[in-house]
């Protein structure tokens, strides 16, 4: 099985860099996601890590490291409607497992 | 479609009742997956269809609930004599294989009064 963790709430400053962690432990690993849900919407998609090191795309940054068990997300100047709920999800690696495994969600409040 | 499609939107009903969800992955993606969200927790897996495999039903909570793919495509969520706790947004998403993650639809809120 998995398990994922990952802070239930942070708050930061606008324009201010902010780090939430994620923590996991898998019988199998083919990937590490990060989405961000906006309250009463859907899960949109923000990063994709599968090999050690970091993504960046834009204001948003991911890093693995798969010996650790272990992946940040980075948002950096941070923007009011950043004020969301960030999960982080794994996917396993063959068969059934392919689906993913999300975890509970970091609330981020960013205060002006 | 452009984006996943699900239906109704909110649906308030009676404990004992049954009910069904609809949803509409995007057209071409083999991959549908059901997960519900309670309030405040995460997302909780119930069922995954892959093309024409036997979906896998590990996360489905009890036999009230059930799932079927018509044709590869449209897929029905079915929760029988709901029950309180089953009060939750049930969200839908698709993929294709290769893809690196999901498309989430915008979800079912269900309330059991």
């Known amino acids: 099985g998995q398990n994922i963790d990952q802070p239930t709430e942070m708050t930061a400053t606008e324009g201010a860099i902010v780090q939430i962690n994620c923590t996991y432990q898998t019988s199998g690993f083919n990937g590490l996601f990060w989405y961000q849900q906006h309250a009463g919407e859907a899960p949109t998609f923000l990063s994709y890590?599968?090999?050690?090191g970091l993504e960046e795309k834009g204001r948003f940054s991911s890093f693995l490291s798969r010996s650790k068990g272990y992946s940040y997300l980075l948002l950096k100047e941070l923007q009011m409607k950043d004020s969301a709920s960030y999960l982080c999800a794994v996917r396993g690696s063959a068969g059934s497992a392919r689906q993913l495994t999300f975890g509970s969600g970091t609330q981020l409040t960013v205060l002006p | 479609g452009a984006g996943v499609s699900q239906s109704p939107s909110n649906k308030v009903t009676e404990k004992g009742k049954d009910v069904e969800l609809r949803c509409d992955p995007i057209?071409?993606?083999?991959?549908l997956y059901w997960y519900r969200q309670s309030l405040g927790q995460g997302l909780e897996f119930l069922i995954y269809f892959q093309g024409n495999s036997a979906p896998d039903k590990s996360g489905l909570p009890s036999d009230r609930f059930s799932a079927e793919r018509t044709g590869g495509s449209v897929s029905t969520l079915t929760i029988q004599r709901t029950q309180q706790e089953d009060s939750a947004v049930y969200l839908c998403?698709?993929?294709?294989?290769?893809?690196?993650?999901?498309?989430f639809g915008s979800g079912t809120r269900l309330t059991v009064v």
């Open positions: 998403a698709s993929s294709s294989t290769g893809d690196y993650g999901y498309t």
């Open positions: 057209s071409g993606h083999t991959a």
């Open positions: 890590n599968v090999l050690d």
